[in-house]
C-alpha cells in the first residue's frame, strides 16, 4: 500500500501545483500530501473563519522490517491506516496554529519468529527449544478515535501563497496496543507463557497511548 501511495502522490501533487498556477483564486480551499508517523496520505481543507480552517484526511503505511521485542527476534508487517478531523486555530497573525481534532485510527502489527532447532529462546517465564514452538507468530494492534492536540506551522489557506509547505507537531490519546501471541508448538507451559509474553509486550508499548504524530506535507490552494 506504502508504494502504492508514494506512485500516486508523486503523479497527483505536480498536477495539483500546474492547475493551481493557473486557476482562479479563490482562497476558500486547498489539498495537500503529507509524510509522518501515521504514514503517508492526503488532505482537503477549507475555512470555516478568518483565523480558523478545518480539515479532513487519510493515511496510510505498509512495510515490513525486522526488530527485537522482550528479546526475541520477529519479522515485522506494518498495516496502518487512518482517517483524521482537524480544526485549526490560528492565534496570533501568523502561520502558528493550535490544532484539535480526531484520528480514527486502525493500526496492525503483525509478528513473526522462529529458530533453529537446538537454539533455546526465552518467552514468559519459560525457556524453549524452537524445535517444540515451532513458528511463533502475533498481532499487535490498534483500533480506536483518539482526541488528539497539537501544534502547527503554516496556514494552508493564506492567500499571499498558491502553494507551500506546513507541518504538524502533537499527541492523539489512543489507548494501549492489545498484544496476542500464538505458536505452532505446544509443550506444556507454552500457552501460559505466551500469555505473560504478551502482557509483557503490553507493558513496554504502554507509552504508546500517547501517540506522537509528527508529519509535514505540501500543499497547493485553489
Same mark, same amino acid.
Not at 515485522?76 to 478531523?85: E, I, K, Y
Not at 502475533?138 to 497539537?150: F, R
Not at 504538524?168 to 500464538?182: E, H, K, N, Q, Y
Given at each position: 500500500m506504502g508504494?502504492?501511495l *508514494?506512485?500516486?502522490?508523486?503523479?497527483?501533487?505536480? $498536477?495539483?501545483?500546474?492547475?493551481?498556477?493557473?486557476?482562479?483564486?479563490?482562497?476558500?480551499l486547498?489539498?495537500?500530501g503529507?509524510? #509522518?508517523? $501515521?504514514?503517508?496520505?492526503?488532505?482537503?481543507?477549507?475555512?470555516?473563519?478568518?483565523?480558523?480552517?478545518?480539515?479532513?484526511?487519510f493515511?496510510?503505511?505498509?512495510?515490513?522490517?525486522? #526488530?527485537?521485542?522482550?528479546? *526475541?527476534?520477529? /519479522?515485522?508487517?506494518?498495516?496502518?491506516? @487512518?482517517? @483524521?478531523?482537524?480544526v /485549526?486555530?490560528f492565534?496570533?497573525d501568523?502561520?502558528?496554529? *493550535?490544532?484539535?481534532?480526531?484520528?480514527?485510527? /486502525?493500526?496492525?502489527?503483525d509478528?513473526?519468529?522462529?529458530?533453529l532447532? #537446538?537454539?533455546? +529462546?526465552?518467552?514468559?517465564?519459560?525457556?524453549? /527449544?524452537?524445535?517444540v514452538?515451532?513458528?511463533?507468530?502475533? +498481532?499487535?494492534?490498534?483500533?480506536?478515535?483518539?482526541?488528539?492536540?497539537? *501544534?502547527?506551522?503554516?496556514n494552508?489557506?493564506?492567500?499571499?501563497?498558491?502553494?507551500?509547505?506546513?507541518?504538524?507537531?502533537?499527541?492523539?490519546?489512543?489507548?494501549?496496543?492489545?498484544? %496476542?501471541?500464538?505458536? %505452532?508448538g505446544?509443550?506444556?507451559?507454552?500457552?501460559?507463557?505466551?500469555?505473560?509474553?504478551?502482557?509483557?509486550?503490553?507493558?513496554? $508499548?504502554?507509552?504508546?497511548?500517547?501517540?506522537?504524530?509528527?508529519?509535514?506535507?505540501?500543499?497547493?490552494?485553489?
Amino acid at each position: 500500500m506504502g508504494k502504492k501511495l *508514494i506512485a500516486i502522490l508523486s503523479l497527483i501533487l505536480p $498536477l495539483l501545483l500546474a492547475l493551481g498556477a493557473g486557476c482562479e483564486d479563490s482562497g476558500g480551499l486547498a489539498i495537500a500530501g503529507k509524510a #509522518g508517523t $501515521l504514514g503517508l496520505g492526503g488532505e482537503l481543507t477549507t475555512a470555516v473563519a478568518s483565523d480558523i480552517n478545518a480539515r479532513v484526511g487519510f493515511n496510510a503505511a505498509d512495510f515490513d522490517f525486522d #526488530g527485537d521485542v522482550s528479546d *526475541i527476534d520477529y /519479522d515485522f508487517g506494518l498495516d496502518f491506516q @487512518s482517517f @483524521s478531523a482537524l480544526v /485549526d486555530w490560528f492565534v496570533f497573525d501568523g502561520p502558528f496554529r *493550535i490544532t484539535g481534532g480526531l484520528i480514527s485510527m /486502525d493500526h496492525q502489527v503483525d509478528l513473526k519468529a522462529g529458530g533453529l532447532p #537446538g537454539e533455546l +529462546e526465552g518467552i514468559g517465564n519459560g525457556t524453549y /527449544d524452537w524445535a517444540v514452538v515451532g513458528t511463533l507468530s502475533g +498481532e499487535v494492534e490498534v483500533d480506536c478515535v483518539a482526541p488528539y492536540v497539537g *501544534i502547527g506551522w503554516g496556514n494552508i489557506l493564506d492567500k499571499s501563497k498558491r502553494w507551500g509547505f506546513y507541518s504538524d507537531a502533537g499527541i492523539a490519546f489512543t489507548r494501549s496496543p492489545d498484544v %496476542t501471541l500464538s505458536a %505452532t508448538g505446544t509443550p506444556p507451559g507454552l500457552a501460559a507463557d505466551l500469555a505473560r509474553e504478551s502482557k509483557d509486550i503490553e507493558d513496554d $508499548l504502554e507509552p504508546f497511548k500517547f501517540y506522537p504524530v509528527l508529519s509535514a506535507g505540501l500543499f497547493v490552494r485553489f
